[in-house]
């Protein structure tokens, strides 16, 4: 963004260099007066200026309109958006004595704006940045730039439809930064059904803001502090409209060529332009994830569910998430005798109303019956959030969600036996998929079994009853047992060159699905350390886990002895190849330390999830380099719950006879007493942080402190030399202040006692708020131990310098 605004600024400086400031001292122009290339009109009191400009990184010239008073040049309107001016052709444009205004370079007119014929017309540039065309001694106009936007909205500018002209508004983003030409995505007002405003990319809507409720657009939160906000829907025109007239904000409403459509508005004091708003938000309200059916819920888990009285369409699509094909009705409705009834769904993001059908004139009441009497209506909701108004949708329910706002009640008809089943748990599998359907006789009776050991190995109770309970609630689980041949096949009978990695527990094969999907098979060796426990434990807590920083299981299978786990495929690895060069081709050098910073914060989120937000309190236990997986966009995603434990709600400590993990990102206090918290999982956290700052591995040797990653990084923050801890590979100029913040949470997060240790969501906060104050570290793990700092009763421990693999040891007590 900086970057871009530099680049147009030296583009202003040169603009102004190249032709000094010849500004016509006008607003208008008159026939005989053609403006040239380097001159521009600027408005009565300066807000907006008309001239020719080139792009950033072209050289063509275009005639746009720009904020005449801003430092950073922001064109909102172009003439000529496709069809340039050579950079050295001497653009003119001129008022024809007709009252056309023509652009031509040398040799050819490029464009022309011309509606009417008129006798003694003068074009002008308006102080809110319409240029218009009118007869000298009239108000009115025969031709306006605000009836043909480009990629910006300003106040006073109708988005929308002239229905008696068949004029359409819209803006349709730029190509590229370098080129106005129109690009793919269009900001409209559609009209059918009832009229909502849509963002398209090519003719696929990818956001649409619901109808108009009276006061807002009813699946958009309203922008605070914008001006008034309008929409008319007459017969005559249907429009949206803001106006900021009266108010000092100095906003404009964009599509920005990547599809995203922004509020900006200028902050005077920091001379810039912050964007306010913007849309698409969410993978809920992008596209229509869900598809018919389905309600998109973006805090729950899975993010997609059929409505009640609905099932998937297809059970084994959904089960891998391919929700696209969305769900059908359970029971047909009962459309004679007026048995169905309506499920209320607050606050609703509406499906889509392109195919619904509007009343203004009724009540809700009537509205209501007029539904149940018609044998097609799905579902309805009043027009009006004071209750008055009707639509009513004819067809699937499509792009239906849960507001995290305020949004309006959508009624959905169902029959009345769909009506009375109880409500299904709230959060997660509202939506699922029948263990019958999905599973098969053999794995159900692995999932009781599983479940009967865990309750003789005397697990917690709370978390007992946890999972008692969620087993019950559910009665199924979502997750597909795949065929033996299916990965057979999609290995190449799991050839050598599809492994992507080895380990202690086994190999991980890269795979390919017949319809050309791409996985990840985790085979388990046969005496692997993660045991037939830790691999229903694995299965069972990974269907119930849905975040972006976390690695999504798609299915599993167990055949004879073997046990398969199936993920979604991270083409870019694991973390530790990158940060310890094990890999050829993906090394440390390619991190710089954006990226750094983006997998660090990404993995605090996982883990923050895991800790606190995911319906389950899960300690992962075995954070680590290796098990932090990257997927195209070097998106972190946690990975390998093998080892992971439920937790009870109020439980916050738990004593383990059999100590499991990773030396060198073990807490102490676990690695020696068996004794792991949520604080665990941080202490492991708080050595990933230094790892990737550093780009070293940290090794354990008990018997010389001072070399390990964390006393070497205690040293130098103590010494004031914290940032001699940085990857010397790292070689662009870094955010200092940045580094220093992130070293000094890894070691708040590594301190010896778990009770100084920040929990994840303090973590999360600490990272992404610049100003949050840090405390100053103590001591940090086994270092604390051996300067006394740190009690602990080590019975029997033994240190070992092992990293690569997750190993079990048995502490004897
Ligand atoms: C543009 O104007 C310059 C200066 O008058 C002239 O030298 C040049 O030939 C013109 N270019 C064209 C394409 O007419
Ligand atoms: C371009 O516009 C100027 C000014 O109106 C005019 O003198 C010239 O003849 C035009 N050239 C062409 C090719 O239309
Ligand atoms: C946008 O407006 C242009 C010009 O009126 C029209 O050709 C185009 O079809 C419109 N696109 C949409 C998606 O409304
Ligand atoms: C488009 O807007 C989004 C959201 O503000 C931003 O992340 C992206 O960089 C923008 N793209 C361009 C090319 O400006
Ligand atoms: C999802 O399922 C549909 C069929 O319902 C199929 O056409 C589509 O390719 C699938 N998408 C993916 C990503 O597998
Ligand atoms: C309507 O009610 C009648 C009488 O109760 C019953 O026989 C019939 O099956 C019902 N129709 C439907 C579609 O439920
Ligand atoms: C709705 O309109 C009907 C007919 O005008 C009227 O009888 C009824 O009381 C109204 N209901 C409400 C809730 O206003
Ligand atoms: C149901 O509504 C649709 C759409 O308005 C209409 O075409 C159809 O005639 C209605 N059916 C009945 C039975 O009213």
Known sequence: ???????????????????????ISTDTLSPGQPLHDGQTLVSAVGTFALGFFSPTGSKNRYVGIWYNK???QTVVWVANRGNPIA????????????????LNNSQTVVWVASIAVLTNPVAQLLDNGNLVIREANSIEFAWQSFDYPTDTLLSGMKLGWD????????????????????????????????????????????WRSGPWNGAQFSNTPQPSGLGLFSFANTKDE???????????????????????????VWIKKANEWSITWYVPQTQCDSSFPCGPNAICDINSSPMCQCLQGFVPKSPANWALRNTTSGCVRRMALDCKNKTDGFLTITPAILPDTSTAIVDKTINFTQCKEKCLANCSCTGFASADIRGTGCIMWMKDLVGLGTASYEGGDFY??????????????????????????????AALVILLISFFAWRKKKMNRRALAALEKGIKEDDEIELPQLQWSTLMEATDNFAETNILGKGGFGSVYKGKLAEGCEIAVKRLSKNSAQGIDEFKNEVILIAKLQHRSLVRLLGYCIQGDERILVYEYMPNGSLDAFLFDIVPNRVRVHLDWPTRFHIIIGIARGLLYLH???????????????????DSAMNPKISDFGLARIFGENETITKTRKVVGTHGYMAPEYALDGIFSVKSDVF??????????????????ISTPHLYLLGNAWSLWNEGNALDLMDPLISDPFPVAQVMRCINIGLLCVQGKPEDRPIMSSVVFMLGNDDASLAKPKAPGFKAILTGELESTPNHVELHSFNNFTFTEQIGR
């Open 1 to 23: 963004m900086a970057a871009m605004m530099q680049m147009q600024m030296l583009i202003l400086i040169s603009l102004s260099a190249l032709f000094g400031r010849l500004s």
């Open 70 to 72: 801003l430092p950073v």
């Open 87 to 102: 950079a050295d052709a001497n653009g003119t444009m001129e008022l024809n004595s007709n009252g056309a205004l023509i």
């Open 163 to 206: 229905l008696r002209t068949g004029l359409n508004r819209n803006l349709t983003a730029w190509q590229n930064n370098d080129d106005p030409s129109p690009g793919r995505y269009t900001f409209s007002a559609d009209i059918n059904g009832s009229p909502q405003l849509t963002l398209l990319m090519d003719s696929a809507k990818i």
């Open 238 to 264: 249907v429009y949206f409209i803001y106006d900021t007239i009266g108010t000092d904000i100095v906003g404009r409403l964009t599509v920005n060529h990547t599809g995203i459509l922004q509020w900006f």
């Open 412 to 441: 959905v008809r169902l029959a009345a036996a769909d009506i009375a089943s109880p409500t299904p748990a709230k959060g997660l599998a509202k939506a699922k998929v029948t263990i019958i359907t999905v599973l098969s006789g």
């Open 612 to 630: 606190q937000d995911s319906r389950l309190r899960i300690i992962h236990r075995d954070l680590k380099a290796s098990n932090i997986l990257l």
């Open 684 to 701: 492991s956290f708080g050595v990933l942080i230094l790892e990737i700052i550093s780009g070293q591995r940290n090794r354990v040797f």
